[in-house]
């Protein structure tokens, strides 16, 4: 897999630090996949690996959060500009095999992979989404999800704490979560109670996207893998948090 050109669609802050930078991208993805970006040609800034949020109609989106210098690059992109694309990358979930009641639980940026995911699903789907300060990217989700929960550490207009405090795995056949790696780990442990099928989607740092230099692993029940290649979506169950 090698690197492509593409050109930017358009580049929007939703809020703060968070952007959805579109893409004109003819590729089918599979929700829960990710590209490796950069739009620069060197390093030392490697490429960032960021999630699909949706894709359709020859445009592939991606929200993300403005971490360090490469983010910071690609927040100032525009229209026509071009970006470097690998991808798309990883396992991601085959949302057409899932049925039933299905929780979608994400913490902070964690929510950008779930729009596709829930674009896929035929289920009955549910939102949990967690934030640190006021929500973003909650309004797309309306169209596909039946309830939407939102929890915030400061924003007193939604629940006041944690996601996990007001989700309850007993009500779902499926549960998907991606967000801080301690959300993970509480809403994984929840599932077990109930023995709820629960699918995470780890965020590790990258550096080659292609399973190659293994900087990405996480730990696992059958040892070390590799979050871009055989990732990032894992069953909860299966990682060693
Ligand atoms: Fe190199 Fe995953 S980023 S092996």
Not at 56 to 75: C, D, H, M, P, W
Not at 151 to 166: L, Q
Request: glycine share 10%.
């Amino acid at each position: 897999m090698e690197y492509k050109e593409v050109l930017v669609y358009s580049n929007v802050k939703v809020q703060d630090d968070i952007y959805v930078l579109s893409l004109e991208i003819e590729d089918d993805v599979r929700a829960g996949q990710f590209y490796m970006l950069k739009a620069w040609e060197e390093e030392p800034i490697l490429a960032r690996p960021i999630s699909v949020h949706s894709s359709e109609n020859g445009i592939v989106k991606f929200a993300y959060q403005v971490k360090g210098r490469g983010t910071k690059i690609l927040s100032s992109l525009k229209a026509e500009d071009k970006v470097y694309v690998l991808g798309p990358v990883g396992n991601g979930l085959y949302t057409e095999k899932f049925k039933g009641k299905i929780a979608l639980i994400s913490g902070g940026i964690g929510i950008a992979p779930m729009l596709q995911i829930a674009k896929g699903l035929e289920g009955e789907v549910d939102l949990y989404a967690g934030f640190n300060k006021s929500p973003y990217l909650i309004d797309e989700f309306k169209k596909y999800c039946k309830n939407i929960h939102i929890a915030s550490e400061r924003d007193t207009a939604y629940y006041r704490g944690f996601i996990t405090e007001i989700f309850n795995p007993f009500e779902y056949n499926i549960v998907i979560c991606c967000g801080p790696e301690p959300m993970m780990k509480r809403v994984v442990d929840m599932c077990k109670i109930y023995a709820t099928p629960v699918y995470v989607l780890m965020e590790n740092k990258m550096a080659c996207g292609v399973g190659a230099c293994l900087g990405c692993t996480c730990n696992t029940k059958e040892g070390k893998k590799r979050v871009c290649v055989d990732g990032p979506v894992f069953k909860g169950t299966d990682v060693v948090f």
